[in-house]
């Protein structure tokens, strides 16, 4: 019998990268295994855990007053809890059949191998830097850690200018556009897509563009970036399209990220055809028994096409990690795969997404009907009621829900939490019409704008199928 890795002979987990997913699967396991049963090392090569990027676009803007309001669990707390925490202490190298990993103290700048017997990959994503002159300058910022929050703060206060320039419109664009409205800056987002929100369907990324421009945002679709300007004092200080230049006291990129999974890479171990982990139902790396991955270093199934998919979101971190420290605590739990829900907002308007968009629809060969119903958010008499509009894809002839988009204002965006239970069920729009969704007239209309989509798509199917 093989001695196992930790001391006293002890089993030990390894996971690389503390944040959602990492600290969550090392949280989990250490819930169901205690520190005499199991050791577990988790390596982070920055200096915070389970912190939420997704709190850095209101922390910029303002709403939350203080960083440190967005660190779920610090390091001291998750070394309380019997986790040898190893921060600014990168991993470098996989030794799969050695069973080990190299990793570097960026202090001592020492390197060590330290083995496993089980291994965590939740390594996460890279923000994507275009390789353009200018787009390393100062003033040029990323969001994804909170140094990079930071940095952007400093800027902001320091900024002789009032202009900002966001490249990219996907949420992170159009969130971090109102964090800036919010501190007072004039604010143009240069697009590459035909419209903003480009896991819309441009017809609904269109009602965004709409209401961004009525916000004051300058909204410039149809536009490549092909370099950014810097001044005298070599600070950024416009961007150039292919057909117009800028002027930008800062600018925030946010044009997507992709999987960090270079040591998995060189590791051997598979990643699929969007650069993703590929993983089984339990989270564990196909074809190896011990070790696993999550977050946004992996691909995931979208049960509603059938296809993998790369989905960087927080949501799936965690459940991942969770998923991830049972299976690794001894337990058992698997991980479905995912319906594509997401939400955001700019301002006041709100934005959501669940399931197929008419192309994923397509480009998986299913023949769909569409929707578009307008609403309102309250009955109509009730003050205080916005527009709200409601776009459904239904399968032609069985009636299958296949995605629903929404944008409108107040209780948008969680609506569409009906929708992505109704997707995880497999439900029909026929079926969808006779849900007992609350009603009184604060809330909604006595037909709630989902159900009004839904009966209307039920409509169209049966046209359709007559
Ligand atoms: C501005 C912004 C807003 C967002 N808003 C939302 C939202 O509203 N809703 C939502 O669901 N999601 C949102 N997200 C996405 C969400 O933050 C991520 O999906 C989530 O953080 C992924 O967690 P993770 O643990 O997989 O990866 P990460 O959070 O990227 O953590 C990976 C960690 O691994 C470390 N690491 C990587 N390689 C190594 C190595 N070799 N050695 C040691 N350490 C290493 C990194 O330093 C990092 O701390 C947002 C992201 C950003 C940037």
């Excluded at 390197?111 to 890279?126: F, M, S």
């Excluded at 946010?254 to 999974?261: D, H, L, N």
């Excluded at 995931?300 to 096409?305: A, I, M, R």
Aim: net charge neutral.
């Amino acid at each position: 019998m093989s001695m196992s890795a930790g001391r006293g002979g002890t089993e030990r987990l390894v996971v690389i990268g503390g944040d959602a997913a990492g600290m969550s699967a090392a949280s989990q396991a250490r819930r169901l295994k205690g520190p005499g049963e199991l050791e577990i090392v988790a390596f982070e090569r920055g200096h915070f855990t389970s912190f939420s990027a997704c709190g850095i676009p209101y922390w910029v803007g303002g709403d939350v007053p203080e960083r440190d309001r967005l660190i779920a669990r610090t390091p001291e707390e998750h070394r309380a809890r019997g986790i040898d925490l190893r921060l600014r202490t990168e991993v470098t190298g996989i030794d799969v059949a050695g069973r080990r990993v190299r990793a570097r103290d960026a202090a001592s700048g020492d390197e060590y191998w330290t083995p496993y017997d089980k291994l965590v990959i939740a390594t996460g994503a890279r923000p994507v830097r275009p390789d353009l002159p200018g787009a390393d300058a100062p003033g040029v910022h990323g969001v994804q850690t909170l140094d990079d929050g930071q940095a952007l703060l400093d800027t902001l206060a320091r900024a002789r200018g009032r202009r900002a320039v966001v490249v990219g419109a996907g949420y992170i664009g159009v969130e971090m556009a109102e964090a800036l409205i919010n501190r007072g800056f004039e604010v143009t987002v240069v697009n590459r897509g035909r419209e903003p929100m480009s896991t819309l369907d441009p017809d609904m990324g269109r009602m965004v563009h709409r209401a961004m421009e009525g916000l004051g945002i300058t909204m410039v679709n149809d536009a490549e970036v092909t370099k950014l300007l810097t001044g005298g004092d070599g600070r950024v200080r416009a961007v150039v399209t292919q057909d117009a230049e800028y002027p930008a006291d800062l600018v925030v990129l946010g044009i997507g990220v992709r999987p960090e999974t270079s040591l998995a890479r060189a590791a051997g171990l598979p990643v699929g055809a969007h650069g993703g982990l590929l993983t089984d139902l339990a989270m564990r790396v196909r074809g190896h028994e011990d070790i696993w991955a999550g977050g946004d270093c992996v691909e995931v199934l979208n049960l509603v096409s059938g296809q993998e998919q790369y989905v960087p979101l927080g949501t799936h971190a965690n459940k991942h990690g969770q998923v991830i420290g049972t299976n690794a605590g001894g337990g058992y739990a698997t991980f479905p795969g995912v319906v594509g829900t997401a939400v955001s907002k700019v301002c006041d308007l709100e934005i959501a997404r669940t399931g197929l968009r008419e192309k994923d629809a397509r480009r998986v060969g299913l023949r769909f009907e569409t929707v578009t119903v307008e609403s309102t958010s309250r009955a109509g008499y009730y003050p205080g009621a916005s527009p709200m509009t409601v776009k459904m894809l239904a399968e032609r002839r069985t009636g299958r829900l296949l995605g629903v988009q929404i944008v409108g204002r107040e209780g948008a965006a969680k609506r569409v939490d009906i929708a992505a239970v109704a997707l995880t069920a497999r439900m029909t729009v026929e079926q969808m019409t006779a849900l007992d969704l609350g009603y009184a007239p604060p809330f909604s209309p006595v037909w709630d704008p989902v159900l009004v989509a839904a009966r209307k798509a039920a409509a169209k199917v049966h046209r359709g199928a007559s």
